[in-house]
């Protein structure tokens, strides 16, 4: 995808680029390397993360700075930087390689140490405080946003049961094999991602209240865009975030039609922010997913500012 990502970001040579999930910092070399006299104001949540992209990028010296901070809180970003509209803004959800291969974080389902799951490892809010100390019907609320409302109830009810009878879960790959037990159905179904994969996958973005984030992401990134020209690019990595995205630039596309009900009462109160360029997201190639696997559920979205 990263040729398709600078191509639809339209690169400027001295271009102004926000890189909201910058991570050990791939996608901004590139935007960088492409944009000789440009800028970039890279964030990311995780601070390992952005240590990783300051050496990457050590090379471009004073073109690009770094950010501590959720992408949600872009506006007071830009404001700090003295920058008042970009070219160009990139992100790119969920979790690095670097964050989900370091069992220390505790993002996979074979990591036999502490269930944390924390992008941002300054914050309270950890797994083990969602797995063994949300009650029943708040654990089942996290669940059912990615797996199906009976599924998770069941499984609600079985983690408390659980923890109740066995002590606190400690760990991802405990909390996995106790997942896997109960959803045999889905392992025995031939499936081959591993039964508790979406499930850990709801609990993660419970943590890092990763809807919120990219919700207010979208409107933050659209709002940053210089009018007429500046380009958003977001590559999402499972379904609830392919929907979302589309939801949203739809929303930012066409106010009147497709905003919550009460901004329609609200007669000629919004106008179109963006033109979403890519109603069908795009894929990536059969030749790119056989090169590397992982990036089969990647999906493109781009828009430019009006
Ligand atoms: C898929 S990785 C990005 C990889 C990057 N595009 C590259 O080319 O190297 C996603 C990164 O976004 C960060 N992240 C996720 N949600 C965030 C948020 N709401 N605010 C800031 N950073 C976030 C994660 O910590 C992670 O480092």
């Not at 089942?140 to 990615?146: F, P």
């Not at 930012?252 to 329609?264: I, K, M, V, Y």
């Amino acid at each position: 995808m990263p040729e398709k990502v600078l191509a639809h970001l339209d690169i400027r040579a001295d271009g102004t680029y926000v890189d909201m999930t910058i991570g050990p910092g791939g996608h901004s070399e590139l935007i960088l390397e492409s944009a000789p006299q440009g800028s970039l104001i890279g964030i990311d949540r995780d601070e390992q993360a952005l240590e990783l992209a300051r050496q990457r990028l050590a090379r471009f010296g004073g073109r690009f700075r770094l950010f501590h901070r959720r992408y949600s809180q872009l506006r007071a970003i830009l404001e700090e930087a003295g920058v008042d509209e970009v070219d160009g803004v990139l992100i790119d959800t969920g979790l690095s390689r670097d964050q989900m291969l370091d069992p220390a974080r505790g993002f996979s389902f074979d990591s036999r140490e502490a269930l944390d799951m924390r992008m941002d490892q300054s914050q309270e809010l950890t797994g083990y405080e969602v797995v063994n100390n949300y009650s029943e019907e708040k654990l089942y609320q996290v669940l059912r946003r990615i797996g199906s409302g009976r599924e998770a109830r069941k499984l609600a009810t079985w983690i408390v049961s659980f923890r109740e009878g066995s002590g606190p879960i400690r760990t991802t790959a405990q909390l996995a094999e106790i997942i896997a037990a109960q959803m045999a159905t889905a392992a025995r179904r031939g499936k081959k991602r591993h039964p508790a994969t979406p499930w850990l996958m709801a609990i993660r973005i419970e943590v890092n209240d990763e809807i919120d984030e990219l919700q207010s992401g979208l409107q933050m990134a659209t709002q940053a865009l210089r009018p007429g020209v500046g380009r958003l690019v977001v590559l999402t990595w499972a379904g609830h975030e392919h929907g979302l995205v589309r939801r949203e630039l739809r929303a930012l596309q066409n106010p009147r039609t497709s905003g919550p009900p009460a901004l329609l009462l609200d007669k000629g109160h919004r106008k179109p922010r963006v033109k979403y360029l890519t109603p069908r997201p795009l894929y990536p190639d059969e030749d790119e997913i056989r090169r590397n696997p992982a990036v089969r559920t990647c999906r493109l979205h781009a828009a430019q500012a009006v």
